[in-house]
């Protein structure tokens, strides 16, 4: 069975202040413990956002982190200064960072590598553009994305990937794709993770879907037979929101 993950990415949002007031927040409401709950914070506040969870079902993430170790690259924090904080997840490959920070499908194979050695579970996002979306190329792109990314992944590896399906039309313009349309691409993932490995890792991986999920329409999504969960930018801002999301 896989358990249901939603996920909130503050992306470039909260001071330390702001950021534990929220979680605090977020605290005071009884959580579906049935729900795996991820924050996906600013690397500033990873540590006292780590403190604020303890004793809590939240799970803590990052939103990035270098291929390396170590080594001479300026402002780029690694996964070991991660592990070191007691990170749960990182999100790797969001298309902000493909889009703004030129981030490639290679560099992002070798963060997925260095993340599971690291135990350091991967949410790993892919996603068409409007213009793609528009010449119905939306699954070519989105497999031909995974296919890269899992380069080399050993099967054994998959239960502690999960893969968000954020198509970059989608996100932080109010346009959800519809629950049909959600599934149906998570729907074709799991396939080709079959075809990249066996059924069974098909039926392990977790799925989610992300792009303006709100209140209003996390049950209808989640209803859905291949979403195992939402990957939420604005919403989990809102406490209020937040807590309607992990209680669907
Ligand atoms: P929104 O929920 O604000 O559309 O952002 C989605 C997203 O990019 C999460 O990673």
């Given at each position: 069975?896989?358990?249901?993950?939603i996920?909130g990415?503050?992306?470039?949002?909260?001071?330390?202040?702001?950021?534990?007031?929220?979680?605090?927040?977020?605290?005071?409401?009884?959580?579906?413990?049935?729900?795996?709950?991820?924050?996906?914070?600013p690397?500033?506040?990873?540590?006292?956002?780590?403190?604020?969870?303890?004793?809590?079902?939240?799970?803590?993430?990052?939103?990035?982190?270098?291929?390396?170790?170590?080594?001479?690259?300026?402002?780029?924090?690694?996964?070991l200064?991660?592990?070191?904080?007691?990170?749960?997840?990182?999100?790797?490959?969001?298309?902000?960072?493909?889009?703004?920070?030129?981030?490639?499908?290679?560099?992002?194979?070798?963060?997925i590598?260095?993340?599971?050695?690291?135990?350091i579970?991967?949410i790993?996002?892919?996603?068409?553009?409007?213009e793609?979306?528009?010449?119905?190329?939306q699954?070519?792109?989105?497999?031909?994305?995974?296919?890269?990314?899992?380069?080399?992944?050993?099967?054994?590896k998959?239960e502690?990937?999960v893969?968000?399906?954020?198509?970059?039309?989608?996100?932080?313009?109010?346009?959800?794709?519809?629950?049909?349309?959600?599934?149906?691409?998570?729907?074709?993932?799991?396939?080709?993770?079959?075809?990249?490995y066996?059924?069974?890792?098909?039926?392990?991986?977790?799925?989610q879907?992300?792009?303006?999920?709100?209140?209003?329409?996390?049950?209808?999504?989640?209803?859905k037979?291949?979403?195992?969960?939402?990957?939420v930018?604005?919403?989990?801002?809102?406490?209020?929101?937040?807590?309607?999301?992990l209680?669907?």
């Amino acid at each position: 069975m896989r358990i249901p993950i939603i996920a909130g990415n503050w992306k470039m949002n909260n001071t330390i202040k702001e950021g534990i007031e929220l979680i605090e927040e977020i605290k005071k409401s009884k959580l579906n413990k049935d729900v795996e709950s991820v924050i996906c914070v600013p690397y500033t506040m990873l540590k006292d956002a780590k403190v604020a969870v303890k004793e809590t079902n939240i799970k803590l993430g990052a939103q990035n982190m270098h291929y390396e170790e170590n080594g001479a690259f300026t402002g780029e924090i690694s996964p070991l200064m991660l592990k070191e904080i007691g990170v749960d997840y990182v999100i790797i490959g969001h298309s902000e960072r493909r889009e703004y920070f030129k981030e490639t499908d290679e560099d992002i194979n070798k963060k997925i590598k260095t993340a599971l050695t690291h135990n350091i579970k991967p949410i790993l996002c892919v996603g068409e553009s409007l213009e793609e979306r528009e010449s119905n190329i939306q699954e070519k792109i989105v497999n031909d994305q995974i296919e890269k990314a899992l380069k080399d992944v050993n099967a054994s590896k998959l239960e502690n990937i999960v893969i968000a399906y954020e198509p970059i039309w989608a996100i932080g313009t109010g346009k959800t794709a519809s629950s049909d349309d959600a599934n149906e691409m998570l729907v074709s993932i799991r396939k080709k993770i079959k075809s990249l490995y066996d059924e069974k890792s098909s039926e392990v991986i977790r799925l989610q879907y992300g792009g303006s999920v709100k209140p209003n329409n996390i049950e209808e999504l989640m209803s859905k037979s291949d979403v195992d969960g939402a990957l939420v930018g604005g919403a989990s801002l809102k406490a209020d929101d937040f807590i309607k999301l992990l209680n669907f």
